[in-house]
């Protein structure tokens, strides 16, 4: 199925009288999704239909804005991967998250996770990992996260992370959850929620998962939210 959210418009042209309908879902499940259209759409089981997906423009519109209103430009020396392989921090990754990453992987960790641990954390900082799929992008950017958090132990007396993870689909975000979890089985609810939306079924997740950190915005409190570092 299409990556869609509650709310999206569906259109339903019929493929015999050429009349269009126009539905919205109202609940997304992992391989089928509800659609509730007006009782004039009900014309017989035996009548098809070509069905289109409206593309919601919300997400767009918040990228755009965001690039407006970045304090920096993003500029080629930005995503110059020759630059990022040159640098060689003198911060040190946890030894058991280096071993699992190859050198790339490792010098991106180096400069994301060292920069929390720099002199001016308040320092405006931007990094960019770009590849094709496949190429270890979340299990990189996962140990980014693992590490700040087991620095974080490390150094109690520095500030706590604050980190807010946002994904385009809802699969995407379950990975991350899970991958988390794996490296650092000290999570819990306390330090990790994953927010989902309401009429979201997460059956691609271990369910254990699911009751250890999964939350709808109803079911949790904004100081609750407030408390949790991801």
């Known amino acids: 199925r299409p990556s869609v959210l509650v709310g999206d418009a569906v259109i339903a042209r019929d493929n015999r009288t050429e009349a269009v309908h126009r539905g919205y879902i109202h609940r997304v499940c992992q391989t089928e999704v509800h659609v509730a259209f007006h009782r004039a759409f009900n014309t017989g089981s035996t009548t098809t239909h070509l069905v289109t997906f409206s593309a919601p423009m919300t997400a767009h519109i918040r990228q755009f804005y965001a690039l407006e209103h970045a304090p920096i430009t993003l500029s080629p020396d930005v995503i110059n991967k020759r630059a990022i392989a040159a640098y060689s921090p003198a911060y040190e990754i946890n030894d058991n998250i280096a071993q699992d990453l190859n050198d790339e992987q490792r010098v991106a ?122």
């Open 109 to 230: 960790v180096q400069r994301i996770a060292g920069s929390t641990a720099s002199a001016n954390p308040n320092a405006f900082r931007l990094f960019v990992l770009h590849g094709p799929p496949g190429t270890g992008k979340t299990t990189t950017l996962v140990a980014a996260i693992v590490n700040i958090l087991l620095d974080a132990e490390r150094y109690p007396s520095a500030a706590r992370p604050r980190i807010l993870v946002c994904t385009p689909t809802n699969h995407a975000a379950n990975l991350i959850v899970e991958k988390i979890a794996s490296r650092y089985p000290k999570a819990s609810r306390a330090r990790l929620i994953r927010l989902v939306a309401d009429g979201v079924e997460s059956t691609d997740v271990d369910k254990k998962l699911v009751k250890r950190f999964f939350a709808t915005r109803h079911s949790v409190g904004i100081d609750e939210l407030l408390g949790v570092d991801i």
